[in-house]
């Protein structure tokens, strides 16, 4: 190994003899695809003629027999026996002697011909069987058969199907039955025996060793007899062939059989028959040419590349001295003598490599010259990508900030493009079918008019966002008018260079960034990573919009659902409730001891359950923000006599007392009387549940503006440990199935909400202990809760768009000050652009400018979903009498002619919108 690594010679040899093996089976490997090829062509064009040949054979079996069927129901004494059947009844001896003569007849035909399995006649009315060659079918009905139902008319041949009776692939030919007068008098039918079949398909001509040929029917079935019924395709039998054809479409190809074997195959619908046909052979006897001639191919060359290697050997040894002479130079000159230069005594190859080796050293003094101007133009690119780094960053991070997907993705294609300098940037999205890329937000006036028609994108198949879409890998076209992958936009005439990056979640493609520049090879590989990042984040926020949106919409599900089902269970409950009620009181009757206990055991479950559906639809509109509070005066003393009477009733098994403490002259407080009533209830409920004696104590004490509620027990307490998880919905301090005490663990959870939402808070304290229990504290605020803050309303900004700076300063002078915000745009094209970005109140637009009219401004605008709804008052040099029709068709407020003066734009602005200016009146 060592001399291999210091012999140029030794190595020489050993990559000639690798390159030769490398050439020589790539030659084999080539020959062999090219062979394969050839073979799979002719193979296929075999397996077609085979195919053909036996469809022809099968098509011509079923008309030989649709016509000796036809033979037979046209002779006299078939008519005129079948004639008798139909109309003597069956004791007559007419009848015994025509069934006699019939049997006989038909006998002898199955016995002639084997392709009959069954030969039998129908009456014309019910379709029952008159006679058959198989006596056991006799009298059954086959009214409902569409062999029969389309036999009476005409003659019929009912394709393959599954035979209702055997339950295995039939073919049935009928024919309607004629008495010699002319009168229908039967159906004439005729079951196939499929063997003929069977040796047609199963004839091996053609197909080779592995080859073989077979039926499968519309439902997946084969129709085979040594193949139906198999017990490992009992759910039908699934190919690429065999699907593929039975979609009625014919073809060949290469893919596994039924058994999982590599197959060459030629596919066709029988639609006689409606039956697909299958021609297979194995890709092993198939392929064994080819390989056979890549084998010999490898070995030819293998023994060439041994002879040419003691060739090169002797070549190699030539070569070497100067080659090592070269080396020894390159050495010195690496410790730092660039002065040194090789001698260049010939003109092959090495001379002419020497003579590269000392311009490559000349070059090196010049390059170590200017490697620190080139240091300080690497370090420049580097700032410049730091900037475009940052520069993405800000654009996912306004790109994030919002949940209305329309205003996501415009905000984030104006960024794109401002920031960056793009000609266009434009987010396509995946539709849900995930068959085009649909064009959802775009720049400039070509994106507008691309959202107006509905622009979309086949994916896979159209431009690099058909790619992208499909791939998920980003893609570069630098030059629009050599990449074939770049389609061309007529509304994006100036585009050079186009680049575009997926929007992936995950592994999901969602959609496609497309950005679009005026100058070739705009793009780079860094350009991908700088803007790949931003991407992804603009795909997340774009994901998070939509999960917000569906979350809104569960949401509003759920809370519809627990309002519905509320109602639903109220009603049989208060039903429940009130009867029994009426049965304890003894108003439609007396009774017993027994039947007391257990009616009041119904009342008192009853309002359980009502209770706890009643919580459930609490927690749930507190959960959805839909709660409201009803606000009144409310004399806390009453509400508390009236909570204590109802209380009472849950002590009357305990030793427990209940225990009023509350200061003389309590003061009204402002609350929801209701709510406060379901808290006050709630922690009593809960402290006589755990308390078995003692007493249950409820105090009230003021502290300034804020009313203190306190409901103390002498139970066993609450651990430290589970105070802070004991307002949590749901949540019991015993979570165990052998707790004592019943309930859902919403009433606390409730009952923090109802207090925080008057503006108090709750808390609770225990040691723990037993004996000292738990006290209960909540505050309400006198005065009640606190209203909505208002929030601080910012004055409009009106824009104005006018070609005359002169003009917009004057009404600039106007409008600041009455209060109003002001921005000017001098360049019509870009109003519609300004507009997006800023979204003024109202825009004031002159109609005559050079560039573009006003009109043709309202349309940009209007094309805009996000823009559209802004108003527009128009200013015109003109009589607002003669464009008055074009004012109402573009959907302008009105119009002012111009020179405007002050007091007439204030009052147009008063007229036509709502803007109100609360700053202007002290400054006027």
């Known amino acids: 190994m060592r001399f291999w690594k210091k012999s140029l010679m030794a190595r020489l040899v050993s990559y000639f003899l690798l390159l030769s093996l490398l050439i020589v089976s790539l030659v084999g490997y080539i020959a062999f695809v090219r062979a394969r090829e050839a073979l799979t062509l002719s193979l296929f064009e075999r397996l077609s003629v085979t195919a053909n040949l036996k469809e022809e054979e099968l098509n011509r079996w079923v008309s030989d027999q649709r016509e000796q069927l036809l033979l037979i129901s046209r002779l006299p004494e078939v008519r005129t026996q079948a004639a008798i059947l139909a109309s003597q009844p069956e004791e007559s001896a007419d009848y015994q002697a025509a069934y006699t003569a019939l049997a006989s007849y038909l006998s002898a035909m199955t016995s002639s011909n084997s392709d009959l399995q069954e030969v039998f006649i129908l009456a014309p009315v019910g379709g029952k069987i008159l006679i058959s060659t198989d006596q056991a079918h006799e009298g059954e009905y086959r009214v409902n058969d569409q062999y029969f139902t389309e036999g009476r008319a005409a003659t019929f041949t009912q394709k393959l199907y599954p035979s209702p009776v055997t339950n295995r692939p039939t073919i049935t030919i009928a024919t309607p039955l004629f008495d010699p007068a002319g009168r229908a008098v039967g159906v004439l039918a005729t079951h196939l025996n499929l063997d003929r079949l069977d040796k047609i398909i199963l004839e091996r001509t053609g197909l080779g060793v592995s080859g073989e040929s077979y039926l499968v029917d519309q439902f997946n079935n084969f129709v085979s007899a040594s193949r139906f019924g198999r017990e490992e395709f009992l759910r039908g039998v699934h190919t690429h062939g065999i699907d593929t054809a039975i979609h009625r479409k014919d073809g060949s190809g290469l893919y596994l059989n039924y058994e999982s074997v590599p197959v060459v195959g030629v596919y066709r619908w029988v639609e006689e028959l409606d039956v697909a046909l299958l021609a297979e052979m194995s890709q092993e006897e198939s392929f064994a040419p080819a390989e056979q001639l890549a084998s010999a191919l490898f070995v030819i060359g293998l023994v060439s590349a041994m002879v040419l290697a003691a060739g090169v050997y002797l070549l190699a040894r030539q070569i070497a001295q100067p080659i090592h ?3 020894m130079t390159a050495q010195e000159i690496s410790i730092g ?20 080796f000392n311009s490559m050293t000349a ?8 490697l620190e101007q080139r240091v300080a133009e690497r370090t420049e690119e580097l700032e410049r990508r730091s900037v475009q780094l940052q520069v993405a960053a800000e654009v996912a991070r306004d790109a994030t900030a919002t949940h209305e997907l329309d205003d996501l993705l415009n905000r984030a294609v104006s960024l794109i493009r401002s920031r960056f300098g793009f000609y266009h940037a434009g987010i396509f999205l995946v539709d849900e079918k995930r068959e085009y890329a649909v064009l959802r937000a775009a720049t400039g006036e070509a994106g507008r008019e691309m959202l107006a028609r509905g622009h979309r994108l086949k994916i896979g198949e159209t431009g ?110 208060n039903s429940i409730i009130g009867f029994s009620r009426l049965l304890i009181k003894g108003i439609d009757g007396p009774i017993n001891d027994q039947q007391h206990r257990d009616i009041t055991t119904i009342y008192n479950a009853g309002h359980h359950l009502l209770g706890l559906i009643n919580n459930i639809l609490d927690i749930s509109k507190i959960e959805a923000g839909k709660m409201e509070l009803d606000i009144e005066e409310v004399n806390l003393t009453a509400l508390v006599d009236s909570v204590l009477s109802t209380a009472s009733g849950l002590v009357k098994d305990k030793t427990v007392r ?6 003389e002259r309590l003061p009204t407080v402002r609350a929801d009387l209701v709510r406060v009533r379901q808290i006050l209830l709630n922690l009593l409920s809960n402290a006589i549940k755990f308390t078995d004696e003692g007493e249950v104590r409820l105090s009230v004490s003021l502290d300034h503006n804020m009313m203190q509620i306190t409901v103390s027990d002498t139970g066993p307490g609450i651990p430290p440990d589970k105070l802070q998880q004991l307002f949590q919905a749901f949540y019991q301090v015993d979570g165990s199935s052998t707790r004592k005490a ?30 000292e229990g738990a006290a209960f504290h909540f505050t309400l605020p006198l005065a009640g809760p606190a209203g909505p803050k208002e ?30 915000r002001f921005a000017a745009c001098h360049d019509p094209r870009k109003a519609p652009d300004e507009a997006l970005r800023l979204a003024p109140s109202l825009i004031l637009l002159d109609v005559q400018m050079r560039e573009m009219s006003g009109f043709d401004v309202m349309k940009a605008l209007r094309r805009n979903p996000t823009t559209r709804d802004i108003p527009v008052l128009l200013c015109s040099l ?27 734009l204030l009052s147009a602005l008063r007229q036509w919108t709502t803007l109100e200016v609360s700053i202007g009146a002290t400054q006027r």
């Not at 003598?337 to 590269?356: C, H």
């Not at 879409?469 to 990449?483: A, F, K, Y």
Request: charged share 25%.
């Open 325 to 327: 002479d070269l080396a």
């Open 337 to 356: 003598e660039l002065s040194r230069r090789v001698k260049v005594n010939r003109e092959d190859e090495i001379g002419v490599l020497a003579t590269a």
């Open 363 to 370: 070059q090196l003094q010049e390059f170590i010259n200017t």
């Open 464 to 573: 690099i966002v058909g790619y992208v879409t499909q791939s998920g890998l980003p893609r570069i076209v630098l030059d629009v008018g050599s990449d074939a992958a770049h389609v061309k936009n007529p509304y994006l005439p100036h585009t050079h260079s186009e680049m575009a990056l997926p929007l992936k979640v995950g592994d999901e493609v969602i959609g496609a960034l497309d950005v679009q520049s005026e100058e070739q090879s705009a793009f780079d590989e860094q350009d991908i990573e700088v803007l790949q990042t931003m991407a992804d984040q603009l795909a997340v926020a774009i994901q998070n919009v939509r999960s917000y949106e569906q979350l809104l919409e569960l949401d509003e599900l759920k809370m519809q659902f627990m309002a519905n089902m509320s109602h639903e269970l109220r009603t049989p409950l």
């Open 658 to 663: 209940l225990v009023k403490a509350l200061p």
């Open 742 to 771: 019943g309930g859902t663990g919403l009433g606390l959870a409730i009952s923090k909400s109802f207090v925080e939402m008057h503006g108090g808070r709750i808390w609770v304290e225990s040691t723990g202990m037993p004996g």
């Open 791 to 820: 929030e601080e309303v910012e004055s409009p900004l009106v824009l104005a768009v006018d070609d005359e700076p002169g003009i917009t300063g004057l009404y600039a002078r106007y409008l600041l000050a009455e209060g109003y």
């Open 878 to 904: 003109e009589s607002t009498q003669q464009i008055e029709g074009q004012v109402r068709e573009n959907g302008a407020l009105g119009c002012l002619q111009k020179p405007l003066k002050r007091d007439d």
